[in-house]
């Protein structure tokens, strides 16, 4: 990953998406290195990305900014892999199943943590500290997420419409949310979910996603 240089400032739109670019490439580099997407701040993202401060404010307004930033992209790579999934396992001819759905969706999200990681803490603590513009960007950007992988799982199971599926997906979202973190306790309490007594308490979170998918996509059979 090259470095821009910390001296010049960015003119043209090719240069300033070549900060951006840097900005975003160095942002995902430390979240795969930290446990705690809260450290990563403007200050650490300067520092690593080799720009001053006021540098990254000129692309960015904060980190929560930043890492909205990289959620979304994080989506993108993850409608790729959802829908790689469903073309391997659906029949040609009969098309697929909502059990294919909710076993591809769960196989893709696992395959990506950082999504998991930040999708969880969307609505607590990304969606602070952000402009209304930026807000509305973000929103308008995970609806054709939702838009877009609905009319994806029609096409595998079109018995049921694009609308049921956005429903589906809808819920969905809640239910990714709160299944990441029960699955990743902090220590101690992973230490104590150990105990034999306490089994019924753990989460496995792609097999509890995949479960509460299925659950969520039998409601929607005609």
Sequence with gaps: MSNPSPFLRARSPEQKEERRRHLLDTAK?????????????????????QMTKSNVYRYFESGEAVLLEVLVEEYGLWIAELNAGLAQGQDVKQGGTIEHIARTFAA??????????????????????????????????????????ANDFHRCVPS?????????IHQALPLLIGLWPLSHSADIAARVLERPDLAALRYDFQRDLEEGLLMLLRGLRP
Excluded: W, Y
């Design 29 to 49: 580099a430390l979240l795969l290195e930290i446990p705690d997407v809260h450290a990563l701040g403007i200050n650490e993202l300067a520092r690593q990305a």
């Design 108 to 149: 893709a999200t696992v395959a990506r943590p950082l999504l998991c990681r930040l999708t969880s803490i969307l609505p607590s603590i990304l969606e602070h500290n952000i402009t209304e513009e930026r807000m509305v960007e973000l929103k308008q950007a995970l609806l054709a997420v939702r838009q877009q992988t």
């Design 160 to 168: 049921i419409p694009a609308s049921g599926f956005e429903k589906f």
